[in-house]
């Protein structure tokens, strides 16, 4: 090769464009570093509260832009260092000495690293290896194809039958991830088998519907998707022991079902293809007759998720913790061979497990650092001012945290952990259960309508490689979801006052 070739190999490419991500994180900087040495909420909030508040402005701003797609690894570990440098300036004295005990104080080093302690953390890490074994041993495709070859194909069969897959794939594994990876490259199948336009009404039918069913059934039940254990561990220390499997199911379940049979009626009757649907039955039992007989694999899988589902369910008659049988269940796999020593390690996104385990720590280092108790008053009068009427109040503050994930993208957890403390008087001054209000949260998780707001649509966007619906299909749907939500509200309302868990 000649000389000048190899130079131009080696050289930065003219003209490639930056990542048009990378101004808003340095906006969002920038902001930080002024929130940290000018102290704009002074003296209310406290200099260690001034400068906590900027390490986790810089972390949500790695969390929402991504530039270079950065792991969450990154804004997480810029929360820890951060706080732990603000712990051990105080120690050294590096601070006013006026405001040095608080800096130095214990309980903020320990509020750091809670959230690696939580025993809703180890509920989530078992959980995700639930998903990983059940996609490898090839049982979530088959579960899926067992369905789909069971209708005679249409558009109404297909809705009904992505609502039956997700809903048993939300039985057995909570992780959205998982029921994804096997329900959208089916969906993307069926397209194409279907000979519809990409990014066409009837792709957008398909696939968004198959997103849909993959995530929003499992919301019904406390181990049906990640945001379960992780609400759990948000949850104030006086108020935990209410999000149990039971109370989840007896106080979400209704509302959950509602909003996953209303986005699949809405879909068909606004989002269908005015033709009729161009596939046949044989090609599903083809592709089910392709999986052969069910391997020993598949049916340890079956049996393992089965049995800790069913200890999940009646954890009140047998004591045994949630965190406990699902941690006994990866043993099992361990044992049986399922998930091998190198799986460890590469079979789940630990990426993401950090990620949870530091913002299950965000409402602690918010209480110690004074962040909570400054934003209190701010927030205490207009919401609480909104308790007294159910209805109104669940409407409301459901429509801001929706509006609100238009700039806390990764599933809203800052604005989960800034406010969770208001679980407390709503419980104590209002008679709100605490998993009422979480209806508000869980909303705001699933929702979707632009693709940066949801890490599910993106995924769902690159393994369908960008096939399966058009931006303008996708907030059409997001918009069904909406829809979707305020009538499971309005539902939800008059049972829950029936069941005595509002006032």
């Not at 009140?316 to 406990?324: D, E, K, L």
């Not at 108790?373 to 205490?380: A, E, N, Y």
């Not at 800052?414 to 209002?430: C, G, H, I, K």
């Not at 259960?433 to 949801?454: E, G, R, T």
């Amino acid at each position: 090769m000649k000389r000048k070739d190899i130079m131009r190999n080696n050289s930065p490419k003219l003209g490639q464009r930056p990542d048009p991500r990378m101004p808003g994180l340095m906006a969002v900087t920038l902001v930080a570093l002024l929130v940290a040495f000018a102290r704009p909420f002074a003296p209310a909030l406290s200099p260690m509260g001034h400068e906590v508040l900027a390490a986790v402005l810089v972390a949500l701003g790695m969390w929402v832009f991504r530039p270079g797609n950065l792991p969450y690894l990154a804004g997480s570990a810029t929360i820890m260092a951060l706080t732990i440098g603000i712990f051990f300036a105080g120690r050294a004295g590096l601070v006013n000495p006026v405001t040095a005990k608080a800096y130095s104080s214990p309980e903020l080093l320990g509020e750091v690293v809670t959230g690696f302690a939580s025993s809703s953390l180890w509920t989530l890490v078992p959980a995700l290896f639930f998903g990983f074994a059940l996609q490898k041993t090839g049982l979530g495709k088959r579960i899926a194809y067992l369905v789909l070859r069971s209708f005679h194909p249409s558009w109404a069969s297909l809705a009904l039958s992505w609502m039956l897959i997700g809903t048993a794939l939300s039985a057995l594994t909570p992780s959205v991830t998982v029921r994804v990876a096997i329900m959208l490259p089916i969906a993307i199948g069926i397209v194409e088998a279907c000979k519809l336009e990409y990014r066409s009404k009837g792709s957008a039918y398909i696939c968004l519907l198959a997103l849909g069913m993959a995530v929003f059934p499992g919301t019904a039940l406390m181990t049906g998707t990640l945001a379960g254990p992780i609400l759990q561990g948000f949850f104030p220390a006086e108020l935990k022991a209410q999000a149990n499997f039971g109370d989840w199911v007896r106080i979400l379940a209704l509302p959950w079902i509602v909003v996953t049979l209303v986005y699949a009626l809405l879909a068909f009757l606004l989002a269908r293809p005015k033709e009729a649907i161009g596939i046949s039955r044989d090609v599903f039992r083809e592709e089910f007759r392709k999986l052969g007989k069910p391997g020993r694999d598949e049916l340890v899988v079956l049996a393992v998720l089965a049995a800790a589902l069913v200890m999940f369910a009646t954890e009140t008659f047998h004591r045994i913790p949630v965190p406990a049988t699902a941690l006994g269940a990866l043993l099992l796999l361990v044992l049986a061979g399922i998930i091998k020593g190198p799986e460890i390690s590469s079979g789940i996104n630990w990426d993401v497990v950090i990620f949870f385990g530091v913002a299950i720590a965000l409402p602690g280092i918010f209480r110690v650092s004074g962040i909570s108790s400054w934003l209190g008053p701010i927030v205490d009068g207009p919401i609480l001012g909104l308790a007294g009427s159910p209805l109104s109040f669940m409407l409301i503050i459901t429509l801001g945290l929706l509006l609100i994930r238009f700039v806390d993208v990764p599933w809203g957890y800052a604005t989960l952990a800034l406010t969770v403390f208001l679980l407390v008087p709503l419980s104590r001054d209002f008679g709100y259960h605490p998993l009422v209000v979480s209806m508000a949260y869980l909303a705001a998780i699933n929702f979707f309508m632009l693709a940066y707001q949801q890490p599910w649509v993106l995924m769902s966007e690159g393994m369908v490689g960008g096939r399966g619906w058009s931006p303008s299909g996708l907030a059409f749907f997001g918009g069904i979801y909406v829809l979707s939500v305020i009538a499971g509200i309005l539902v939800a309302i008059p049972y829950w006052r029936v069941i005595g868990v509002i006032r």
